[in-house]
């Protein structure tokens, strides 16, 4: 059994911090860490890995700083991490990143019998990438799965949370399923795990090593383009009510809240 | 042609086509409403909502599976060659969406809440961007179909103005490798980033009990309960109540925050509110910074007493 996490690094939220002038977040001097929604991923095969001696490779893409948080991974289990890092990769949208990590996989070959991702990542927030390669890859997909229920000689079934039901689905691998926090507990890292993973290299390719043409890498390659970005709303006068005016900002919520229910389906 | 795609209808079906319409008229084209799903669908009484209805149903489309799906929805959009598509922010279209993409080798921007069209037919698709009240406007220069996942709720619906022409497609069957083994029906609950009133709650609220009130009220309003990470960590909510960089953005006509201070990650996930309802009890709490309305106040007591009002007048 070979699993592939994918894996994404992010700015720091817990220690983010809030322009004042502008309200946008200050990205510069965060520390990265792994999207926090793969560490649920990343549990979910680890958690294979005990119960049916899987093999786990974690690839990302991303700036070099992201070898620092895939070392994390090796450190609580992963047998083997990949990173993808050149400055032909900056500024890939969705699909590009997707085209990228997909060719990477051929290129590599790297094999896998089931391809674990988050549901998104916590600053892009598009979820789209898991998608998106497996589809380059001709994969099987679930998405939204909230509960891996088994896993069988050729196939896992797993439990899918969509709007209005809980489906149970059977899927032949390989295959990718995209996973919502509740599939997993993530461990923290043990002091002999670290130790470990300080022998352990994180393997590092650059688009020339993958053989990629710059035509469909990063910006260039990416069909989308940001062409505005704006704030909304800066500041709002805010009209307090305490003490004895409270009352009367009782009734002005209550209006507010009249205006618009109704005007909503359940 | 302005292409909408679903696997029901829905309002979410009718909102997009309001503003596929709207885009429509400003460039001269027409709107197209892919619809992919169970047999039992009825179209009646959206045709008229969209030029040109395109069905693809079959009795094994019941519960969306992505290959099936994919392979027929492909063909359609290479036979019908829309510029656009457009698909709801659901479970489905967070997941047709990406494959098309993939498929077609285009851009696609996720979680859209506006949209508009230039003069030169560019799909000008516009989204919070991280970390709170920054949007940005995203356009697919030289790839087609451009595409966009729209949050529900996002427009409102337009009247129907036309004799709709509705077309069947053959279908595809292929052989799955996913196979749906047992179904368990949900009671479909407001999800946060989808309802147009936000009743969130922090540790202001002091008990886990306490928070019935906010579920009450949101109840009363048709909205839904949010949570700030400390209450979802001490297990008061599970994590698809989190409004804040770690859990969800949210872009409600109407967020009420309740006994939340107002910690920069909470706040990332819901300036852009259109109204901010803040009830806190230490005035200087930063909450009241981001809020229209700022009630210095216990917020148990406080939703108490707005629910009470609300319950009181719909038993009038």
New interface residues.
Partial sequence: MKILVLAKQVPD??K???DPLT???IREGLDAVIN?LDLHALELALCLKETHRAQITVLSMGPMSTEMVLRDTLALGADRAILLSDSAFAGS???AT?YTLSEAVKKLNIEYDLVICGEKA???????????????LNL?????VSRFVSLQNDSI?VER????????????LP?LISV???VSEPRLPTLSGKKMSLSKKVEIYNARDLGLKNNDLGLTG??????????????????????KD?NQ??????K???N??????? | MIGVVNNQIDKNTLELLGKANQMAVKIQTQVCLFIIGSKELKVDHVKDYADLTVLMLSENFGRFSLYPFLINLEKAILKYRPSILLSPATTFGRTIMPALAARLRTGLTADCTDLDVDDKGNLLQTRPAIGGNVMATIITPNHRPQMATVRPRSFSVQPEKREGRVRIEEITELEDSCELIKIEKREPSAQIDQAQIVVSVGKGLRRKENTQIAEKLAQLVSGAVGATRSVVDAKWFSHDHQVGLSGKTVKPKVYIAAGISGAVQHIAGMQTSEIVIAINKDRYAPIFKVADIGLVADAYSTLEQIVKILEDESDA
């Avoid at chain 1, 800066?234 to 305490?242: A, F, T």
């Avoid at chain 1, 900002?249 to 209550?254: A, F, R, S, W, Y």
Wanted: glycine share 8%.
């Fill in positions: 939220t817990d983010v911090k809030i309200g946008t977040m926090p949208d969705t699909w997707s916590t600053d892009g927030e598009t979820g789209q990438v898991g998608v998106e390669f497996a589809v380059l099987p997909v679930i998405t939204y079934v949370t969509v709007e209005d039901a809980y489906e149970t689905w059977k899927v032949r295959a919502l926090r509740s990416s069909p989308t383009r940001v062409v505005k970005v704006y704030n909304t709303k800066l500041s709002r006068n805010c009209q307090l009510y305490m003490g409270l900002g009782i009734q002005e919520v209550v507010i809240l009249k618009y229910k109704g005007s909503v389906r359940r």
